[in-house]
């Protein structure tokens, strides 16, 4: 970790200075440094997503290296099973991970030239049956209890996900103009909330789902897009089977980071999840009170 953080050795996180000297005595804990100029004490942990937990950090890169090398994630149990662990504990250790997964990049996607995907999805909840949505005669939506998810997928390129309270025109265009350079091929279903957004951009093509059209040509489809979900909800269904609305934005920022990082090895990603954890903080108390 401090190869990967300091490879140029221990820099200060209070002052910045490179001014430090290590303490190896026996009063001192293993991996303790001192600033020379700002007298603080500090290790390779303070100021990353590992600040301040008492979880031997050879659990932690374990822990990071699991995440980062599932295809579809990991659930808490197992991973509470095999760190040696309490539930709690891996519970808030992987919403820390995936803190430091979260794409920090805010350049716009796309550009001239460059197609971009938009689509819209629902995950999580709770599946409503027959049975239940017909009690008492009334008939709830297939969707009922799902959170709707939009994605961003540049072809060829980066995925970016978000949740969002509706799928309609003002949160599609929100979406779309905050991340989507204008200059860019936007590439949609034919959902009416994409319309209106679709005039703002060099072109905007539309596949008709709702007519049983999935493309034309080899240009005209949103299978990009469509291939990202697939993995999305296998992942939520099969191995987190329910996650709640308050905490759905950070599984998305996984399955995010993972598309990201597709041409990558196993090792090669834990590295980019580690140094994205520097600068970072997510307490159990934000955590908790955001369930």
Request: with cysteine; charged share 25%; proline share 2%.
């Amino acid at each position: 970790l401090e190869a990967s953080r300091w490879p140029n050795g221990a820099t200060c996180p209070h002052c910045g200075s490179v001014n430090a000297t290590r303490l190896e005595g026996k009063k001192h804990r293993a991996g303790l440094v001192q600033c020379n100029d700002c007298r603080e004490q500090f290790t390779v942990t303070v100021g990353t997503v590992f600040e301040r937990s008492k979880v031997p950090l050879n659990k932690w890169l374990l822990a990071n290296h699991l995440l980062c090398a599932s295809k579809k994630g990991i659930s808490g149990h197992q991973m509470a099973r095999m760190l040696g662990v309490t539930y709690k504990t891996a519970w808030f250790m992987m919403h820390r991970i995936r803190e430091a997964m979260k794409d920090t990049d805010n350049e716009p996607m796309g550009g001239y030239g460059v197609t971009v995907e938009a689509d819209e999805t629902y995950v999580g909840g709770k599946v409503t049956n027959r049975h239940a949505s017909e009690r008492n005669g009334k008939r709830l939506s297939p969707f009922h209890g799902k959170q709707p998810v939009v994605s961003l997928v540049e072809r060829d390129g980066k995925v970016r996900s978000f949740h969002v309270a509706n799928v309609n025109a003002n949160t599609l265009r929100h979406a779309l103009v905050t991340n989507v350079d204008r200059g860019s091929w936007l590439m949609t279903d034919d959902h009416s909330g994409y319309k209106s957004v679709g005039k703002e951009y060099v072109g905007h093509g539309v596949v008709a789902h709702s007519r049983g059209e999935y493309g034309r040509a080899t240009y005209f489809h949103t299978n990009t897009v469509e291939n990202f979900f697939s993995i999305l909800k296998r992942g939520i269904v099969g191995v987190y089977h329910h996650v709640s609305e308050a905490h759905l934005k950070r599984y998305v920022t996984e399955f995010d980071f993972r598309y990201n990082t597709r041409t990558l090895n196993d090792y090669e990603r834990a590295e980019v999840a580690l140094k994205g954890a520097t600068g970072k903080r997510l307490t159990y108390r934000r955590t908790a009170i955001a369930a």
